[in-house]
């Protein structure tokens, strides 16, 4: 059981490129999330999916798009980065569908934009 | 608006004593709170989590106390450790059960051997 995985580890970009991130959970849960943690600050939510094919924009959705491939994958895409978007990004999932509970979190992708 | 926010934001703490995290919530419908410990290049783990109908949850050496009057969350860790060393954040629901969580800033927690 990994728990939430996420590829690429770390990524580095030039401004104006494209790329996607990938997240993936093996729990059977139906909530998905993406954030984004800034140096010393808290995570702030950029998308997430409430359940299979639903996605609804969080905090800081400008620059992002999300696709909820099926109920295990959520993915995060940057059509043209910004060095705004320099940060680390965390996917998480949650049990239930539309309530209170923990979020597990994946091990976060660093990334840079030049 | 809606925040959450931490009383400071690095706590230094000599091994073996016990630590306290504070946090202060300005959302009166949130009834949901969690803490998450993240250490260094890793993602935030589930420490312990609170709903509001309680006042106190006990875990395996650490306590969460809710005081909904004044807004307050904190976080005991007791006979801190080493391996305790991290930043603490703490999070709340908001308004609505949306499974969403607005997180703090974060208090970071060093513990002196």
């Known amino acids: 059981n990994a728990g939430v995985t996420q590829t690429p580890k770390f990524q580095v970009l030039k401004t104006g490129q494209s790329m996607t991130l990938q997240c993936a959970q093996d729990?059977?849960?139906?909530?998905m999330y993406w954030y984004r943690q800034d140096p010393g600050m808290g995570l702030r939510l950029i998308y997430y999916?409430?359940?299979?094919?639903?996605?609804d924009k969080g905090e800081v959705p400008n620059g992002y798009n999300v696709s909820r491939l099926n109920k295990r994958e959520f993915s995060l895409r940057l059509e043209s980065a910004a060095p705004s978007q320099t940060s680390v990004y965390f996917c998480?999932?949650?049990?239930?569908?539309?309530?209170?509970?923990?979020?597990?979190f994946g091990p976060g992708t660093r990334l840079t934009v030049t | 608006g809606e925040s959450v926010g931490l009383h400071l934001p690095t706590l230094s703490v000599q091994e073996g004593d016990n630590s306290i995290i504070n946090c202060a919530y300005s959302?009166?419908?949130?009834?949901?709170f969690i803490w998450y410990k993240q250490e260094s290049g890793k993602g935030p783990q589930f420490i312990i989590d609170i709903r509001s109908n309680m006042d106190k949850r006990q875990g395996q050496r650490v306590t969460v106390l809710l005081n909904k009057t004044v807004k307050h969350l904190s976080l005991q860790i007791a006979a801190t450790q080493p391996g305790d060393s991290a930043v603490y954040f703490c999070a709340e629901n908001g308004s609505g059960n949306t499974g969403k969580l607005i997180f703090g800033q974060g208090t970071t927690l060093q513990v002196k051997p």
């Open positions: 999916s409430a359940s299979e094919g639903t996605t």
């Open positions: 959302n009166s419908a949130s009834d949901y």
């Open positions: 729990m059977n849960h139906n909530s």
């Open positions: 998480a999932s949650s049990g239930r569908q539309g309530a209170n509970y923990e979020q597990y």
